[in-house]
């Protein structure tokens, strides 16, 4: 059984940034793809990021160029930094494991990031 255990929420100012970090448990970590989904208030979740076993990357349009995923098989976590953040940024941010990306399997808790003005 595989646990995700999301670190770094908080409470940031516009324009501000946050770094989210994601230790998941088990020895599989290096062959699975490894994703940050959010979900605000009143709305679907959603995939902000996603990064595959070999580093392949991509983005939700809302982020671009302002968030990076990053992976360290080593230590078994995945990071999110988050730039220039925005009043809608502010979600609970869920870090996410499987096979490949779009085909999860695991989910953290979820982390709390509020965006104020």
């Known amino acids: 059984q595989v646990q995700l255990a999301e670190t770094g929420g908080g409470l940031v100012q516009a324009g501000g940034s946050l770094r989210l970090s994601c230790a998941a448990s088990?020895?599989?970590?290096?062959?699975?793809?490894v994703g940050w989904s959010r979900q605000a208030p009143g709305k679907q979740r959603e995939l902000v990021a996603a990064i595959s076993n070999i580093g392949l990357t991509n983005y939700a349009d809302s982020v671009k160029g302002r968030f990076t995923i990053s992976r360290d098989n080593a230590k078994a976590t995945v990071y999110l930094q988050m730039n220039s953040l925005k009043l809608e940024d502010t979600a609970v941010y869920y870090c996410?494991?499987?096979?490949?990306?779009?085909?999860?399997?695991?989910w953290g808790q979820g982390t709390q990031v509020t965006v104020s003005s």
């Open positions: 088990g020895s599989f970590f290096s062959i699975n793809a």
């Open positions: 996410t494991l499987g096979g490949r990306i779009g085909k999860w399997n695991y």
